[in-house]
């Protein structure tokens, strides 16, 4: 399985931005796909994961803000993103796994297939 992320960049406080990730290869065993995220110093973290099927889920730091969506037909998954922080800088990075969304949300160890990331930063 193959992830390129694209859409990332500087932004200003309060503004948005909607990062794409299209993947490729063997994704007939993929059920899940989701994004993360790495802020220098810290742990990656889940922001937030969608199935196949159109379920979804948000870490609570990022409900309201951040929707996550896919487009089966293309292989594509997106992450709008409003009302960016400057904590919200980092670097943003699509999965894609087996699942099931309940071992997603729970593992402290993410599995599945990454992409490179792509920059994001909120300053002004």
């Known amino acids: 399985v193959q992830l390129v992320e694209s859409g990332g960049g500087l932004v200003q406080p309060g503004g948005s931005l909607r990062l794409s990730c299209a993947a490729s290869g063997n994704l007939f065993s993929i059920t899940v796909m989701g994004w993360y995220r790495q802020a220098p110093g810290k742990e990656r973290e889940l922001v937030a994961a969608i199935t196949m099927g159109g379920s979804t889920t948000y870490a609570a730091s990022f409900k309201g803000r951040f929707t996550i969506s896919r487009d089966n037909n293309n292989n594509t998954m997106y992450l709008q993103m409003n009302s960016l922080k400057p904590e919200d800088t980092a670097v943003y990075y699509c999965?894609?796994?087996?699942?099931?969304?309940?071992?997603?949300?729970?593992?402290?160890?993410?599995?599945?297939?990454w992409g490179q990331g792509t920059q994001v930063t909120v300053s002004s």
């Open positions: 999965n894609a796994n087996r699942g099931p969304l309940t071992r997603v949300i729970t593992t402290t160890e993410p599995f599945g297939s």
